[in-house]
């Protein structure tokens, strides 16, 4: 059992950075690897980074490589994603969530929504222009 509570969404201008947080109750986060997904009104959830269990391993969507870092502590059961030069278009509710799939962890494996079970409820980030 896995529960992931998110927090440090806001509203940021343009340029700007935040930290989102990602709390996991129980035992077990440390034997997940983990994302953030995003999903901005009226569109589809899209994948935005992602972790090994380790920390070892990391991976992004294109449009957030160079500003976005994802990192975790598991002596603390926490999941981060550092966002730096926030714009615009990163306008939406950020949900981490654990790697449940049976398919080895990937580049290509982590960034598909269905390979995740547990997932937050997700915070709110608003960049204004």
């Known amino acids: 059992q896995v529960q992931l509570v998110e927090s440090g969404g806001g509203v940021v201008q343009a340029g700007d950075s935040l930290r989102l947080s990602c709390a996991a109750s129980g035992r077990t986060f440390s034997m997940y690897a983990m994302g953030w997904f995003r999903q901005a009104a009226g569109k589809e959830r899209e994948f935005v980074a992602a972790?090994?269990?380790?920390?070892?391993?990391?991976y992004y969507r294109d449009s957030v490589k160079g500003r976005f870092a994802i990192s975790r502590d598991n002596a603390k059961n926490t999941l981060y994603l550092q966002m730096n030069k926030l714009e615009p278009e990163d306008t939406a509710v950020y949900s981490c969530?654990?790697?449940?799939?049976?398919?080895?962890?990937?580049?290509?494996?982590?960034?598909?929504?269905?390979?995740?079970?547990?997932w937050g409820q997700g915070t709110h980030v608003t960049v204004s222009s």
């Open positions: 969530a654990a790697y449940t799939s049976r398919s080895t962890f990937s580049t290509t494996t982590s960034g598909a929504p269905d390979a995740y079970d547990y």
């Open positions: 972790i090994s269990w380790g920390g070892g391993s990391t």
